[in-house]
């Protein structure tokens, strides 16, 4: 039994569904004008604040929510096709910088920058998990093929 475990992915799989119901939240949150607010309060003075000027508070944060829901709908593909799952993750891993990125402006450290330390561990091991799972389909369609 300890060897399935070890050799099983349910750790991937586990991390993968957490991060869909991250992105599923933040993602639906950007869609209402409170979270506008909240973030138009947070990025202000940052360079991620300069969206809010030509595009506005809600636009910006629309902008956004697009991205986090890409970001979402890749990771669930991601289960079943690894070069999907591939986006996803990268996209994880950009989110996490991006937002990374505010922590010198902000000048202090809170939640909305702390969970990003663990969006860039988990992107970097998903990522990891799907470029394996990639070179393996792709070793296996080539050696069926020849």
């Known amino acids: ?37 909240a973030r138009q309060h ?9 969206l809010y000027s030509p595009f506005g ?14 970001t979402l709908i890749a990771l669930i593909l991601g289960y079943v096709k690894a070069q999907i799952g591939i986006v996803g993750d990268s996209l994880v ?3 996490g ?11 202090r450290l809170n939640s909305f920058i702390v969970k990003n330390v663990l969006l860039l561990g988990s992107g970097l091991v998903l990522l990891k998990s799907d470029l394996r799972r990639h070179k393996a389909a792709t070793l296996s369609c080539f050696a069926s093929t020849s």
């Open 93 to 95: 891993l950009l989110t």
């Open 97 to 107: 910088l991006v937002t990374l990125s505010l922590l010198p402006q902000l000048g």
């Open 57 to 70: 508070a809600q636009d910006a944060t629309y902008t956004r929510a697009v991205i986090e829901n890409i």
């Open 42 to 50: 947070l990025t202000q003075g940052t360079w991620l604040g300069l």
């Open 1 to 37: 039994m300890q060897n399935n475990f070890i050799r099983s992915n349910i750790n991937i799989g586990i991390l993968r569904l957490g991060l869909i119901i991250v992105f599923s939240v933040f993602g639906l949150y950007k869609w209402f004008a409170f979270e506008a607010q």
